[in-house]
Antibody, heavy 122, light 108 residues
Framework: EVRLVQSGAEVNKPGESLRISCQGS????????ITWVRQMPGKGLEWMGN????????KYSPSFQGHVTISVDKSISTVYLQWSGLKASDTALYYC???????????????WGQGTLVTVSS | EIVLTQSPGTLSLSPGERATLSCRAS???????LAWYQQKRGQAPRLLIY???SRAAGIPDRFSGSGSGTDFTLTISRLEPEDCAVYFC?????????FGGGTKVEIK
């Protein structure tokens, strides 16, 4: 069974750094791209960026480029989403999701993590 | 960036009725790269349809997708109470990947 398990909810202050994680299991981890999606309270889905775990190649949405960093640790089948200076507007639910087709960026998202709620408040 | 506009915003129907959800793109999309997701309250999204019309694993055949160019449709042929959710379309043929704003389906 394919599973993506995300780290738990976080509460942070503006300006702080944060890293959340997404661990894959049940499949060949390095063969499938992973995407991060933001969902602000009561709103829709926004693509943030994605990573090829085989070589760490990343692609970012212009809306998030420079504000977040996506990385991977293949040894533990885990992808990360990181901020170096949180803002209150980063308060949202963050999902990781696997691309459906092996080694393809051009694929639908067939397996999703359970989501990580990030709250940024002073 | 390809903008996806979904309509209607909310659809309120009775069990057994047919639901037709629209997704319109700001520019033409290959049929290979259009997906639909279902998100129930408090849950992660679930892939329903990919490549415009292919059902994902385990998705009932009352869900179907169609369309081409800039106009795509998700049809739920006979609504069931468990279909109460928000439905999002997504294009994945161009960067940035984009999602529509969603259609909320309510069951009367």
């Amino acid at each position: 069974e394919v599973r993506l398990v995300q780290s738990g909810a976080e509460v942070n202050k503006p300006g702080e750094s944060l890293r959340i994680s997404c661990q894959g299991s049940g499949y060949s981890f390095t063969s499938y791209w992973i995407t991060w999606v933001r969902q602000m309270p009561g709103k829709g889905l926004e693509w943030m960026g994605n990573i090829d775990p085989s070589d760490s190649y990343t692609k970012y949405s212009p809306s998030f480029q420079g504000h977040v960093t996506i990385s991977v640790d293949k040894s533990i089948s885990t992808v990360y989403l990181q901020w170096s200076g949180l803002k209150a507007s980063d308060t949202a639910l963050y999902y990781c999701a696997r691309h459906m087709d092996s080694s393809s960026w051009y694929a639908a998202l067939d397996n999703w993590g359970q989501g990580t709620l990030v709250t940024v408040s002073s | 960036e390809i903008v996806l506009t979904q309509s209607p915003g909310t659809l309120s129907l009775s069990p057994g009725e047919r639901a037709t959800l629209s997704c319109r793109a700001s520019q033409s999309i290959s049929i290979s790269y259009l997906a639909w997701y279902q998100q129930k309250r408090g849950q992660a999204p679930r892939l329903l349809i990919y490549g415009t019309s292919s059902r994902a694993a385990g998705i009932p055949d009352r869900f179907s997708g169609s369309g081409s160019g800039t106009d795509f449709t998700l049809t739920i042929s006979r609504l069931e109470p468990e279909d109460c959710a928000v439905y999002f379309c997504q294009q994945y043929g161009n960067s940035p990947l984009t999602f529509g704003g969603g259609t909320k389906v309510e069951i009367k």
